[in-house]
């Protein structure tokens, strides 16, 4: 289930970031929910099931360019974003009573008011937050 929700978390990743092109209110929504998004995926790596796989957030800018995508193609990606963190919310909680180790129990229930978090970014009730990296970051963030 971890799995399947960092999975999710690259898509929706990038699906965030195509619906920035269209226009302001996308890209302030993005920068608030990219926040949340390294919370989430903190979390998530911090598990058992995580933790030793090698995952990693795909890099952007230089390395991949993102689509610029007209604003029913956006209204669609948001769409899907808050889906999947709706589903993530729904799934995550039975995961956490039934996970065999506490570093994955805890990544689950930590989790899920983060996936709360980014619908409300994506609604746009959170506009506030801002990603501020440290210097050396985690190897599972290669946004330096």
Not at 22 to 32: E, F, I
Request: hydrophobic fraction near 45%; charged fraction near 20%.
């Amino acid at each position: 289930m971890l799995r399947a929700a960092w999975e999710g978390l690259v898509l929706i990743r990038w699906c965030g970031l195509e619906a920035a092109t269209v226009g302001a209110a996308h890209a302030s929504c993005q920068r608030s929910a990219e926040s949340v998004e390294f919370d989430i995926a903190e979390q998530l790596y911090r598990s058992d099931a995580l933790k030793h796989s090698g995952v990693v957030m795909p890099a952007t800018g230089r390395d991949r360019r993102v689509a610029v995508v007209d604003e029913a193609a956006a209204v669609r990606a948001v769409d899907a974003i808050v889906t999947f963190a709706t589903t993530s919310i729904a799934v995550l909680r039975p995961a956490a009573a039934t996970a065999h180790s506490w570093p994955d129990k805890r990544a689950c229930s930590t989790s899920i008011p983060l996936w709360r978090s980014l619908i409300d970014c994506w609604d746009g009730k959170n506009r506030s937050y801002r990603l501020l990296l440290p210097k050396v970051g985690p190897v599972w963030w290669p946004y330096f």
